[in-house]
């Protein structure tokens, strides 16, 4: 097959090869709200003590959307000022595995 003959038969494949695969995904990406809510429930609200990166912090503030995450405000036994601590992206992806298995 020369390089002429196979122009038309090489872009008929091309575009079934480029087609999207799943053309109707109808997978809705859960909301900030309804992710914060999610985390609430899994322990990261006010009043509630965790132990991450190895220290123990006591929740002071519901959980809110910070830098691309989501957050929670918290103070520790060592320092009482509140300071903002970033959740983990696993606990994220803990979240959005339990919302897609219910």
């Known amino acids: 097959m020369n390089l002429s003959s ?13 087609r999207p695969i799943m053309q109707n995904r109808n997978i809705e990406s859960p909301s900030v709200s309804e ?15 965790v132990r ?6 006591e929740v ?17 036994k060592k320092d009482s000022k509140v ?3 970033q959740l983990p ?5 803990s979240v959005k595995r339990r919302r897609k298995a219910a």
């Open 6 to 18: 196979c122009s038309g038969h090489c872009a008929q494949q091309s575009e079934g090869y480029n």
């Open 89 to 93: 992206a696993t606990v994220l992806q």
């Open 83 to 85: 300071r903002v601590l």
């Open 35 to 49: 992710i914060c809510a999610q985390v609430k429930h899994l322990g990261y609200s006010t009043s509630k003590r």
């Open 52 to 57: 991450l990166y190895g220290e123990d912090y």
């Open 60 to 76: 002071v503030s519901d959980p809110f959307p910070e830098a691309d995450g989501i957050a929670v405000h918290v103070t520790t």
